[in-house]
């Protein structure tokens, strides 16, 4: 019984192999059509969206805020299209499909950030198309180095160095600067 399969398989092969051996143009779009769809769709279709309409509520209107808004558009995946003022004008926008992200920054979030607690953002989005929001919010999970960032922080640090004991370098820290990756480093 198998060597009647066997044989019977490679009958179909040879016969397949003649009738490509005479029609070249089905040799031809059987190898090439494939190959030209992958160089097609590789480039053409891009599962990385850029530039996605995003809501900003934020109730803490400071520095560290605004860089936190600069920092989530200058990823390329958000690009701020609306202040709304409440929640639920945020929730309506989401759900009539004009924004895709809405970002709430609580009004407690400069407070809990310089007092070296945990500082969280709200980021709601549209599940709708998950190849849209999968990246963008992948970015919440690299975390910030604010020291980089923070304006004041390269003259915080240069006063603080002046003094001589551990105590004074605090206080002198805090009189100083607002930065709280300042007041975290001592």
């Not at 920092?71 to 202040?83: E, F, P």
């Not at 709601?124 to 690299?142: F, G, K, M, Q, V």
Request: glycine share 4%; aromatic share 6%.
């Amino acid at each position: 019984m198998t060597g009647t399969f066997w044989r019977r398989l490679v009958a179909i092969i040879v016969k397949e192999v003649q009738q490509l051996r005479r029609d070249r143009l089905t040799f031809a779009m059987m190898f090439g059509v494939p190959i030209m769809q992958l160089l097609l769709f590789g480039y053409a279709i891009d599962t990385d969206p850029h530039h996605l309409p995003t809501a900003v509520i934020a109730a803490d209107d400071s520095t560290v805020t605004r860089t936190v808004v600069a920092a989530l558009q200058s990823t390329g995946y958000m690009t701020v299209t609306h202040r709304p003022a409440s929640q639920a004008e945020a929730s309506q926008l989401l759900q009539s499909g004009e924004v895709q992200f809405v970002v709430t920054i609580p009004s407690d979030f400069t407070r809990r950030l310089v007092r070296g607690e945990r500082a969280q953002i709200l980021i709601d989005a549209d599940a709708t198309d998950p190849l849209a929001a999968a990246n963008p919010l992948a970015i919440r999970r690299s975390p910030v180095t604010w020291s980089a960032r923070w304006p004041a922080c390269g003259a915080s640090r240069a006063a603080s160095r002046s003094s001589s004991s551990g105590a004074t370098t605090r206080r002198a820290r805090r009189g100083s600067t607002s930065c709280p990756a300042c007041w975290r480093s001592s």
